[in-house]
């Protein structure tokens, strides 16, 4: 338990994003061998980058305890990024299931690989100290 609560430094952000990144491009030739329809892979596609553009807009902002706006700005951002995501994909299941089910599965995977690559190295790395 004492794992979990020990402050680390944060760690670079650029391999989980680019195994991420892989990770969705890869996601074409699966689309296109099972005959799925392209859109879904590229809005899901288009979706993540989008993401991942206002995630780096969002890193340039200063954080920590002597910069309390930039942090809340980065923490809310971070919340609207995901809800954004959402709000494009349920309104376009809500017109063509298929489609928001694909673009939802793409921008699921290179969401889940960021997210477990980025535990990995957070919990991989030293304890503060």
Known sequence: MKALVTPRPLPASRL???AAGAAV??????????????????????????A???????????????????SGVQGIGMLFRAVAVMVVVIAVAATDA??????????ALGYTIELAL???TYFGGEPAS
């Not at 298929?98 to 921008?107: D, W």
């Open 16 to 18: 989980p994003a680019v």
């Open 25 to 50: 491009a890869l996601a074409l030739p699966v689309f296109l061998a099972a005959g799925w329809r392209v859109s879904g892979w590229l809005l899901g596609a288009v979706l993540w980058l989008a």
């Open 52 to 70: 991942q553009a206002f995630g780096l807009l969002l890193a340039r902002l200063p954080i920590g305890l002597d910069n309390l706006a930039g």
């Open 98 to 107: 298929r489609l928001g089910l694909a673009a939802a599965g793409v921008y």
């Open 118 to 120: 980025s535990l990995v």
